[in-house]
């Protein structure tokens, strides 16, 4: 499954359908149109996001999602997929085009590509993650590969038991 690292509260805004575009710098290979990727919350939060998290405008249509505080968010973990249903160059006309609120949650600078994503979906578990550059291609357990940590409600990973670890961890990741 190919996977995006997105910043938070971004990630989230897209997890739980209330950004429907992730502006990018570069146009998204034909290959990932039409195609369910994976959402991962960057580790870490920059100054920068900081910034652009504590705008005015930002912070009048993030409190009305009811999503917790900055803080609060996961971070390291893939939170979610997505349908990357298309994608367009950022011009006047598609800005004039697409909400305020829209506008609000990304980088819509002239050039830039909007990729329009649709049916979200929520990892009941999220599975922590080492995030990458651009988009990349992440085989999750399909390779073998298992886990021994457990996401918590305050989104730090414990060691946890067989017993404990959901034995479906999220296998539809798998649907291309």
């Not at 993030?62 to 997929?81: H, K, M, N, S, V």
């Not at 367009?88 to 800005?95: A, H």
């Not at 980088?107 to 080492?130: C, S, T, V």
């Amino acid at each position: 499954m190919k996977v995006i690292s997105i910043w938070q509260p971004w990630a989230s805004l897209v997890v739980h359908g209330f950004k429907f575009f992730e502006t990018r710098t570069w146009a998204p290979p034909k290959s990932a149109i039409g195609q369910r990727i994976g959402i991962a919350a960057t580790k870490n939060i920059t100054p920068d996001q900081r910034g652009a998290f504590a705008d005015p405008l930002m912070q009048k249509y993030y409190a009305q999602t009811g999503l917790p505080p900055l803080e609060e968010l996961p971070r390291g973990y893939l939170i979610g997929t997505a349908l990357l249903h298309s994608f367009e160059p950022v011009t006047e006309e598609f800005l004039n085009d697409i909400t305020e609120e829209e506008q609000s949650y990304g980088w819509y600078d002239l050039g830039n590509y909007a990729w329009r994503m649709r049916y979200p979906e929520i990892l009941e578990h999220p599975i922590p993650i080492q995030g990458k550059q651009g988009l990349y291609e992440w085989k999750g357990f399909e390779s073998g590969a298992q886990t021994s940590l457990a996401p918590q409600a305050n989104g730090q990973i414990t060691q946890a038991g067989n017993q404990e670890r959901p034995e479906t961890l999220r296998s539809r990741l798998y649907i291309a």
